[in-house]
Each structure stands twice: as structure tokens, then as C-alpha cells.
């Protein structure tokens, strides 16, 4: 499975935008690009996914580097509730598991 | 929809003993998914089902775990003799199949603890 590189830790004002930052240089033409986030003391969630273009959904936005070699979630605004560990995974479209890093720790303030 | 439904939430057991989890998937979902996470790590995958097919087992997957899904809906992972490196929060998730990349939805897990 081809390897990404996140930041162990970012932290945000709540009500401002966060940007998370995602590296996936060996990434394949197959590999598809998804976020899951972790709350505290619950299962992981699925955020988005992409492959080339950027996407948009309701919890949040992907952007995709030309190259694919990185990728960015955007929340547009934080709040509390987005604390959480937020995973960015490859994934081929009809692969079986996920493969999960350690992620990102996501702190929100007030 | 209820979601993935996990059981017990909580298992605290004794080395030695044999202990079972019970996943209930998303009922029209017909690829269901184990994994477990340690303190600090991301979930690892152990196994998946379509149906009632076990088609995938990761090494992590030892002798002393096993899991079925005898009518491709509920499945259950059993670990024998359990060690105190067996404690973890085991995870399910289930998902559609086909070509496109569907997400899993995951259940809030079952927490063990070796003792």
C-alpha cells in the first residue's frame, strides 16, 4: 500500500478555517484518496474522498494536487466537535481494507 | 438504520480465558471488516467478509483468533486464550461492494482488557 505522511498534531480556533495537510508521493493512478476522522472514544468516520478533481460534501472539502503527490482537507469553519484524529488513507476502488497511520490530531479552542 | 452495532462495549477478562465479540453490520451491507487499535495507533486491519466469505486475513490475524459470518449478517471474532497484547479496542465496520470505493461505517468498537 502506498504511504502517507501527515502531521502529528495541528491545533485551530474554533469558527476558523483548517487546512490538513496530507503527503502521498507514491501514490498509483488507481489509489483513490480518503479522509476518515477519529473522535474521542468512538469508531472512525468517513469524511470524503477523491481521486483527481477536488470534492466538496457537507462535512468538508478535499483539494488534490495537480500531481496527486498531496492532498489538503479543508474544514471551512471548526468548531468543538471537529477534536479529532483525522486520517488520510489511499485506498484502490475495490480494495477491501483501509490502512490507517497515526494521523492527525486535530485541537480546537475557543 | 441503527448503524454497526457492537457487542459487549466493554470486556474485561483474566490471561488465559477465551473471549467473544459480536458485530452487527448495516443491514444491506454485505462486506463487513474487523480491525483493532491500540493506544495511540490507527486501527489495523485483521479480517473481512463478503457475505459469508472470510476473504482476507492479515498476519496480525494469529491462530488464537478466529471469526465467522455463518448467514452473512452478524459476525463474531472470538480470541482464545487471551493475552495481556490482546488488549486493544476491536473495531467493526461494514461497507457495500462493487467497483466504486465505498466507505466504511464503523461501529464504536469493543474495549479489552487482559488482565
Known amino acids: 500500500d502506498a504511504k502517507t505522511t501527515q502531521p502529528n498534531s495541528m491545533e485551530s480556533n474554533e469558527e476558523e478555517p483548517v487546512h490538513l495537510p496530507c503527503n502521498h508521493s507514491?501514490?498509483?493512478?488507481?489509489?483513490?484518496i480518503h479522509w476518515y476522522r477519529q473522535l474521542p472514544s468512538q469508531g472512525p468516520e468517513y469524511v470524503i474522498h477523491?481521486?483527481?478533481s477536488n470534492v466538496n460534501n457537507r462535512m468538508a472539502s478535499l483539494a488534490i494536487a495537480e500531481d496527486r503527490k498531496s492532498s489538503t482537507l479543508i474544514l471551512h469553519r471548526a468548531t468543538l466537535r471537529d477534536a479529532a484524529v483525522y486520517y488520510c488513507?489511499?485506498?484502490?476502488?475495490?480494495?477491501?481494507?483501509?490502512?490507517f497511520g497515526t494521523g492527525t490530531r486535530l485541537q480546537v479552542t475557543l | 438504520d441503527t448503524g454497526v452495532s457492537q457487542n459487549p462495549r466493554h470486556k474485561i477478562t483474566k490471561r488465559g480465558q477465551n473471549v467473544t465479540f459480536r458485530c452487527d453490520p448495516i443491514?444491506?451491507?454485505?462486506?463487513l471488516y474487523w480491525y483493532r487499535q491500540t493506544l495511540g495507533q490507527g486501527p489495523e486491519f485483521l479480517t473481512y467478509?463478503?457475505?459469508?466469505?472470510?476473504?482476507?486475513k492479515s498476519r496480525l490475524l494469529s491462530d488464537r483468533f478466529s471469526a465467522e459470518r455463518p448467514k452473512g449478517s452478524f459476525s463474531t471474532l472470538e480470541i482464545q486464550r487471551t493475552e495481556q497484547g490482546d488488549s486493544a479496542m476491536y473495531l467493526c465496520?461494514?461497507?457495500?461492494?462493487?467497483?466504486?470505493?465505498?466507505?466504511?461505517?464503523f461501529g464504536p468498537g469493543t474495549r479489552l482488557t487482559v488482565t
Open positions: 507514491t501514490i498509483s493512478g488507481t489509489d483513490y
Open positions: 443491514s444491506e451491507h454485505n462486506r
Open positions: 488513507i489511499l485506498n484502490t476502488g475495490t480494495a477491501s481494507k483501509l490502512t
Open positions: 467478509f463478503q457475505n459469508e466469505a472470510q476473504l482476507e
Open positions: 477523491g481521486l483527481t
Open positions: 465496520a461494514s461497507s457495500p461492494s462493487g467497483l466504486a470505493p465505498y466507505e466504511q461505517y
